[in-house]
């Protein structure tokens, strides 16, 4: 299983990024994805999550109402479109499968991490 996430990189504060993750070696339709970020020092966090079906998705007080989340089944691919940046969204983004029913939030349902991509926003 491989979860393989991009296009994170540098954006001035007020700009906008979209992430994707690309998922194989599992059927992406029968899972859930999330999207979870980290900076040094501080423990990884939720940032959004998706249903499978993407009929219901879920987000962290802090991002919503700027972060939006969807997903592609044909393409086996979850994206995190980011709007309305802040520095304090500087971070390592994550996405993860989903394979528990624990909280959405709770990282410890997640599964298959990918390896991050590197979010910058400069003030």
């Known amino acids: 299983v491989q979860l393989q996430a991009s296009g994170g990189g540098l954006v001035q504060a007020g700009g906008s990024l979209r992430l994707a993750c690309v998922v194989s070696g599992l059927t992406f339709s029968n899972y859930g994805v999330g999207w979870f970020r980290q900076t040094p020092g501080k423990e990884r966090e939720f940032v959004a999550a998706i249903r499978r079906s993407g009929g219901s998705t879920y987000y962290s007080d802090s991002v919503k109402g700027r972060f939006i989340i969807s997903r592609d089944n044909a393409k086996s691919t979850v994206y995190l479109q980011m709007n309305r940046l802040k520095p304090e969204d500087t971070a390592v983004y994550y996405c993860?499968?989903?394979?528990?029913?624990?909280?959405?939030?709770?990282?410890?349902?997640?599964?298959?991490w990918g390896q991050g991509t590197l979010v910058t926003v400069s003030s």
């Open positions: 993860a499968a989903r394979n528990s029913g624990l909280s959405w939030s709770d990282q410890r349902g997640y599964g298959n």
